[in-house]
């Protein structure tokens, strides 16, 4: 049985953008199956740091399309990874120091899968999916990341 | 050879009037350097668009560049041609997670 699992798509098990906390419980409970013995979770968390300076605090934004798009990034990356389940969830909004902005989890029969289609999927996520961050500095200054 | 008075010779820049009229908005980096949510601009392609936004809001110079856009929903690039009442959108690079 496992076997058979293993050659099934992956499936998105969960996948949202929204404004309230992020919670890891409720993504390990998502992509959970007893098919599964291995599970990866990333937790992307508001650091205090940037570039050298110090951050105080930060905003996420997102494109209407934001859900749509990171929508489709689950769905390639579920098709990437057979016989894994994929959950990411991304926060917008106001976010204190250390709260977590993305959370993304892959399980599978095996670690190598998990840690593989977990990794393609925060990279992936980071790449494609239209959202923003804007920063303010312990200085005074503010900047939108990855602007130049 | 004579000339003929043809439509459109009476006014000087003609082309001008060609050009489709569309929509630019800006998201995120982008509106913080443009000032503004939207402009109307004219433009037959992406490029000539973006060109004549950038007129209109000289900070966006620099962040130009580095932006992906959409025409009406979709990923173009700035060789894409517009109609009329098209709405292109300015990406600033993604920065999520």
């Known amino acids: 049985m496992p076997e058979t699992s293993n050659a099934e798509p992956g499936r998105v098990a969960l996948c949202a953008v929204r404004e309230e906390a992020l919670s890891a419980d409720e993504v390990l409970a998502a992509v959970a199956d007893p098919a599964c013995g291995g599970v990866v979770i990333f ?58 902005a993305v959370i993304t989890a892959a399980a599978a029969a095996h670690r190598g899968q998990a840690f593989e289609a977990c990794r393609d999927l925060i990279d992936t996520l980071k790449a494609q999916v239209p959202i923003w961050k804007h920063q303010r500095y312990d200085d005074g200054r503010d900047s939108w990341v990855g602007l130049p | 050879m004579t000339t003929s ?6 006014s000087g820049p003609a082309d001008l009037h060609l050009r489709p009229t569309v929509e630019v908005r800006y998201w995120a980096g982008a509106r913080a350097a443009a000032g503004v949510e939207v402009d109307t601009v004219a433009g037959s392609t992406v490029a000539e668009a973006i060109e004549a936004a950038t007129a209109l809001r000289p900070g966006l ?35 999520g997670g």
């Open chain 1, 43 to 100: 937790h992307g968390l508001v650091r205090n740091h940037d570039d050298g300076s110090g951050v105080e605090s930060l905003d996420y934004s997102a494109h209407p399309q934001a859900s749509t798009e990171l929508e489709r990034v689950c769905r390639e990356v579920a098709e990437r990874h057979t016989g894994t389940r994929i959950a990411a969830v991304h926060r917008v909004g106001a976010l204190a120091l250390g709260d977590a």
């Open chain 2, 61 to 95: 110079a620099p962040v130009l560049p580095a932006c992906s856009f959409l025409v009406d929903g979709q990923r173009r690039d700035t060789a894409a041609p517009l109609v009329d009442g098209a709405r292109v959108e300015v990406l600033p690079p993604f920065a």
């Open chain 2, 5 to 10: 008075p043809a439509a459109g010779q009476t």
